[in-house]
Nanobody, 123 residues
């Protein structure tokens, strides 16, 4: 079984930065695609970023493009989300997710999910 555990969330001022980590535990770390989703209070969970197994393909939601960067270190079984120029609108619980198969921005297609880590951006 593959388990995903997010860390690195916290409270940060607007304009600041945070780096989230998603550590995979289990016998192998092989999902072809890893993504970050987020859920703001009272809102639906939404896609934020995705990365292919080799890091060659990435995509971002328009709301975070140019500010967030997803990366993957398979040797360390870890996926990262570097978040810069944070805005209060980025306040949300951030979830790490993984799947086999094709590129997908839909949460229903993902097999593994972490518990989430809270990111709060103050004005």
């Amino acid at each position: 079984q593959v388990q995903l555990v997010e860390s690195g969330g916290g409270l940060v001022q607007a304009g600041g930065s945070l780096r989230l980590s998603c550590a995979a535990s289990g016998r192998t770390f092989s999902p072809t695609f890893m993504s970050w989703f987020r859920r703001a209070p009272g809102k639906e969970r939404e896609f934020a970023a995705i990365i292919s197994w080799d890091g060659g393909k990435t995509d971002y939601a328009d709301s975070v493009k140019g500010r967030f960067a997803i990366s993957r270190d398979n040797a360390k079984n870890t996926v990262y989300l570097q978040m810069n120029s944070l805005k209060p609108e980025d306040t949300a619980i951030y979830y790490c997710a993984g799947r086999y198969g094709t590129h997908s921005l839909y949460e229903r297609d993902y097999t593994w999910w972490g518990q989430g880590t809270q990111v709060t951006v103050s004005s």
